[in-house]
Structures are given as C-alpha cells and as structure tokens.
Nanobody
Framework: QVQLVESGGGLVQAGGSLRLSCAASRSIFSIDFMGWYRQAPGKQRELVATITSGGITNYADSVKGRFTISRKSAGNTVYLQMNSLKPEDTAVYYC????????WGQGTQVTVSS
C-alpha cells in the first residue's frame, strides 16, 4: 500500500511558476515509478512526467523544457517544478505511484490565468 498526498497547487498568471509536492507513505526509492498526471475539464487524464526508482525521468512533449520532476537524495517526496506556465496547463494534477499496483493521490488544482 502507498498513500500519496499532493500539495502546492493554486492560481498563477501565465508565465509564472508553481512547485507541486507529492508525499508518499513510504520511501520513494522503493517504488518502481512515480509521476505526475493531469486532467483538464472534458479531457482524459494525461501523463506529465515520471521518474523511476533509478532516477530516469520522462516528460510529455508539451511540458519538456518547462517542467522538472525531481526528488531529494533521501525521503518520501517527489516534486514537480512548473515554470513558464500557460493557460493550457490548467488542470487537476495527480501524483501517481506504481509498484505491483497503481496508486493515486487525491489531486491538486492548478489554474493558470491569461
């Protein structure tokens, strides 16, 4: 079992930055994949960024060069630094973990105004 709690969402103007945090109930280094997904109104949930237990990262084309997924050398938290935000980044952002099973956080709203 893995519980995930997101924080850091909010309202920001276009061009601004936000940092999301995802706190897991156990060491993230014991989890095969962790990542961030997002879902905008009327759209399917889509991958934003992932990081493996070995530190390999992957990004959606739409966020490459603007978003960075990271973690500290120890601990239970994964971060998503979001820079140069655009109105189309507006969505509920969900933390995801996969290790035998898939786990999801409750989501945090990110709203980017134009």
């Amino acid at each position: 079992q893995v519980q995930l709690v997101e924080s850091g969402g909010g309202l920001v103007q276009a061009g601004g930055s936000l940092r999301l945090s995802c706190a897991a109930s156990r060491s993230i280094f014991s989890i095969d994949f962790m990542g961030w997904y997002r879902q905008a109104p009327g759209k399917q949930r889509e991958l934003v960024a992932t990081i493996t237990s070995g530190g390999i990262t992957n990004y959606a084309d739409s966020v490459k060069g603007r978003f960075t997924i990271s973690r500290k050398s120890a601990g239970n938290t994964v971060y998503l630094q979001m820079n140069s935000l655009k109105p189309e980044d507006t969505a509920v952002y969900y933390c995801h973990a996969f290790t035998r099973f898939a786990y999801w956080g409750q989501g945090t709203q990110v709203t980017v105004s134009s």
